[in-house]
Nanobody, 126 residues
Framework: QLQLVESGGGLVQPGGSLILSCVASGFTMDYYAIGWFRQAPGKEREGVSCISSSGGNTHYGDSVKGRFTISRDNAKNTVYLQMNGLKPEDTAVYYC???????????????????WGQGTQVSVSS
């Protein structure tokens, strides 16, 4: 059974940093692109960052470019999201997802990812 579990969320002050982890079980992550998405109350789910199965291609949403970095360790079946310079508007539930439809030129589209984790809350506040 394919499962994704996110961790690393929490409360941080503006300007702070967090590292989110997404651990996969029940399948080999090597063949899947992984995406990080977020959803704030009353807002649509937003693509934050995605990484191809090999790790050779990445995409970032405009609101996080230059502040967030996605990486993966296929040997550990884990994808990371390093978040620096956090802002209050980054507050949301962050989800990781696995899929095979990711194309860099199209960006991070939820419909390209078929398996989702339960999410981890990130709150940025002073």
């Amino acid at each position: 059974q394919l499962q994704l579990v996110e961790s690393g969320g929490g409360l941080v002050q503006p300007g702070g940093s967090l590292i989110l982890s997404c651990v996969a079980s029940g399948f080999t992550m090597d063949y899947y692109a992984i995406g990080w998405f977020r959803q704030a109350p009353g807002k649509e789910r937003e693509g934050v960052s995605c990484i191809s199965s090999s790790g050779g291609n990445t995409h970032y949403g405009d609101s996080v470019k230059g502040r967030f970095t996605i990486s993966r360790d296929n040997a550990k079946n884990t994808v990371y999201l390093q978040m620096n310079g956090l802002k209050p508007e980054d507050t949301a539930v962050y989800y990781c997802a696995a899929g095979r439809g990711f194309l860099v030129l199209r960006g991070c589209l939820p419909e390209d990812f078929g398996s989702w984790g339960q999410g981890t809350q990130v709150s940025v506040s002073s």
